[in-house]
């Protein structure tokens, strides 16, 4: 069964850094594209970042040059570096995989921009 397995969330102060990490499990094959989606309390899911099998990138404005998605193919790992965190950045985290197969979703990892 396929799963995908999300960490790296937490609380951190304004101005600090996170690096969340999405795995896949249960064998997912030729992946076209991982996003990297958030949702905040009363707020519409929104993209934040996402990247393509041949390695293109997108950035949702707000996201653009803070953050950096990228990924290891070989230990199946998706991941999002955040810096510079600001109060509106928190949120819920979830990444998505999309392939031939299907599209799925993790669990969703807390982050939390506060003083």
């Known amino acids: 069964q396929v799963q995908l397995v999300e960490s790296g969330g937490g609380l951190v102060q304004p101005g600090g850094s996170l690096r969340l990490s999405c795995t896949a499990s249960g064998g997912i094959f030729n992946i076209y594209v991982m996003g990297w989606y958030r949702q905040a309390p009363g707020k519409q899911r929104e993209l934040v970042a996402s990247?393509?099998?041949?390695?293109?990138?997108l950035y949702a404005d707000s996201a653009k040059g803070r953050f950096t998605i990228f990924r290891d193919n070989a230990k199946n790992t998706g991941f999002l570096q955040m810096n510079s965190l600001k109060p509106e950045d928190t949120a819920v985290y979830y990444c998505q995989l999309g392939a031939p197969s299907g599209t799925y979703w993790g669990q969703g990892t807390q982050v939390i921009v506060s003083s």
């Open positions: 990247i393509t099998s041949g390695g293109s990138t």
